[in-house]
């Protein structure tokens, strides 16, 4: 099991940027199979896919709405993923959560495995 715990959330101006933050552990969580991914939740919809990095590579997948926008990136030595989000939206307000799965990159959901408590994002007009 990976623990995951998120931090970096807050309250900004549209035009801004935060950085979140996803600190990993567990006892089988050092391996390079690993993809972790960002998502996020507004209240009564589902939970989305936003962004997906390789823990053993160096690929980056985006959701189309935030390409150009969000950078995902990983320090291995820390066991912590980012999430750096510049030109930040009203739309971008929700609860974001990392997640790690055992396997290649995907968008599903249902296919990740460990997920933090969430940090809220809100984006202020």
């Known amino acids: 099991q990976v623990q995951l715990v998120e931090s970096g959330g807050g309250l900004v101006q549209a035009g801004g940027s935060l950085r979140l933050s996803c600190a990993a552990s567990?006892?089988?969580?050092?391996?390079?199979?690993?993809?972790m991914g960002w998502f996020r939740q507004t209240p009564g919809k589902e939970r989305v896919f936003v962004a997906a990095?390789?823990?053993?590579?160096?690929?980056?997948y985006y959701a189309d709405s935030v390409k150009g926008r969000f950078t995902i990136s990983r320090d291995n030595a820390k066991n912590t993923i980012y999430l750096q989000m510049n030109s930040l939206k009203p739309e971008d307000t929700a609860v974001y959560y990392c997640?790690?799965?055992?396997?290649?990159?995907?968008?599903?959901?249902?296919?990740?495995?460990?997920w933090g408590q969430g940090t809220q994002v809100t984006v202020s007009s």
């Open positions: 997640a790690a799965r055992f396997g290649p990159q995907t968008i599903a959901t249902h296919e990740y495995d460990s």
């Open positions: 567990g006892r089988t969580f050092n391996s390079y199979a690993y993809t």
């Open positions: 990095i390789t823990w053993g590579g160096n690929n980056t």
